[in-house]
């Protein structure tokens, strides 16, 4: 009796998640552009943005194959690979801005649904669906995010970046500090951070595959794994981007990625492509404190700083990482680092959005615990307080910014200790939730033969 309820509400949001991608078709090309569902089309045959992206997705429903078949699907997305890419090198066609691969990848998934849907039945069936379903959502989720980040930028004319600057005070405003080191640090350390920053998606697959790795063998997707957290995040953090709409320092207070091509760290951009509204400060001046207000910005430019998804993925990274070798801990450890200094230092996001960012994760990361326990007590407490912070957070940006400013020493740590709260209260009560260690049984000791 259970599985028809379970599987209607599988309908359910299958409907809901196909409606939600024609309406945001439908948006993208009331601005003139090709929506999610025309982009991933394009893609079966021409140049994708990421073949890197591709593959990880043909790389998560490979987790539900056995050895054999993982190694047909991979020759058949190479062998389609191969093929366009010969046909396209024939008639002399470009790559343009997309990848020489990747196709191929798309195509395999594909025809992983179709046999899923007309050659199985049964759990194996669900089995299979469950695998493509989640490499079709990774590709999917990269252009919905593409276009919902461009609806950002057409429907929020003004942002409120001279709050959350004003806010950043009492952190030491750590971007501009950030941003000098990365300045100083040359091409080696900007190429670093900048592979880190842009192959978080490939990052999170390597972790999800080990957390799957038994799938294929046990017949069924563990209770909780990194998945299901980064598609969580996903969904709602762009939600709250048309609340609290935000472009980062490198942008309101700087000249954009041409700060790069300036220094000499990015050669293929040329300066003065950009349209800023505030004088040149990041990362060489502090903003004075003063008052903040709106301000008008392009309707180019994404509001996807509040709060930073980039922190809220790695920190979910890290956390799932910590079950795992030595290797993929040290792994998950260096990325969340990594990923902490590219955010601030490339200028894309303030301190504040690092703090919203990890918060967010936690709570989110509580909340699907507790589900899965049976909406443990413990769990709802605090998932609560998870999202009371959370809130606290952004209203305190909004509404305080200046007292925020001119008392740094008070509310400085104060923001911190917010934060820290939320992680202690994670550690803590994830911690009861796992099982205790077996106690292991010592040796007796043999009985000594008495000497006569």
């Not at 078709?25 to 992206?53: D, I, M, N, W």
């Not at 010969?86 to 990747?102: I, L, M």
């Not at 957070?393 to 007292?403: M, T």
Request: proline content about 8%; hydrophobic content about 45%.
């Amino acid at each position: 009796m259970w599985r028809r309820p379970r599987a209607g509400l599988w309908a359910a949001a299958g409907v809901t998640a196909l409606v939600f991608l024609v309406a945001l078709e439908c948006t993208a090309r009331h601005y003139g552009v090709p929506g999610p569902l025309t982009v991933q089309a394009r893609e079966l045959v021409f140049p994708p943005k990421s073949g890197f992206l591709l593959y990880a997705g043909l790389a998560l429903t490979m987790v539900v194959l056995t050895p054999r078949q993982r190694l047909v699907a991979a020759g058949v997305a190479v062998g389609i690979d191969a093929v366009l890419l010969t046909v396209r090198w024939a008639f002399g066609v470009g790559t343009g801005e997309g990848h020489p691969f990747g196709n191929g990848a798309l195509w395999v998934i594909l025809g992983c649904t179709v046999v899923a849907v007309t050659r199985r039945t049964g759990p194996e069936r669900t089995l299979l669906l469950k695998g493509t379903g989640l490499g079709l959502l990774l590709v999917a989720g990269r252009k919905t995010g593409d276009t919902w980040l461009l609806i950002t930028s057409k429907s929020r004319p003004t942002v409120l970046d001279q709050y959350v600057a004003t806010a950043d005070h009492a952190l030491g405003n750590p971007s501009w500090l950030m941003g000098r080191l990365v300045t100083a640090s040359g091409p080696a350390g900007f190429t670093l951070l900048d592979v880190v920053y842009s192959q978080l998606a490939v990052a999170a697959v390597l972790v999800a595959l080990y957390q799957l790795r038994n799938v294929a063998a046990e017949r069924r997707f563990p209770r909780h794994h990194l998945v299901r957290t980064f598609l969580l995040i996903g969904l709602l953090g762009p939600g709250i981007y048309m609340l609290f709409p935000v472009v980062g320092p490198v942008f309101a207070y700087g000249t954009g990625t041409d700060h790069w091509a300036t220094v000499g760290l990015w050669p293929d951009h040329s300066p003065g492509d950009g349209h800023w509204p505030v004088p040149d400060l990041w990362p060489g001046t502090t903003p004075a404190i003063s008052p903040p207000h709106r301000i008008a910005y392009d309707a180019i430019t994404p509001r996807n700083c509040m709060p930073s998804l980039h922190t809220a993925w790695a920190t979910a990274i890290f956390i799932h990482s910590r079950r795992g070798p030595r290797f993929l801990r040290f792994a998950g450890a260096f990325w969340l680092a990594a990923t902490l200094t590219a955010t601030l230092g490339f200028g894309y996001h303030y301190g504040a959005d690092l703090l919203a960012g990890v918060v967010f994760t936690l709570t989110i990361e509580a909340a699907l615990r507790t589900y899965d326990r049976g909406w443990d007590p413990a769990g709802l407490r605090l998932t609560g307080y998870g999202t009371a912070v959370f809130v606290a957070l952004l209203v305190s940006y909004r509404f305080l910014p200046l007292p925020m400013a001119e008392h740094r020493w008070l509310s400085g740590p104060l923001l911190v200790l917010a934060m820290l709260s939320v992680i202690y209260g994670y550690v803590r009560t994830t911690g009861r939730w796992e099982p205790a260690p077996a106690p292991v049984p010592r040796p007796r000791a043999e009985p000594q033969p008495e000497l006569i």
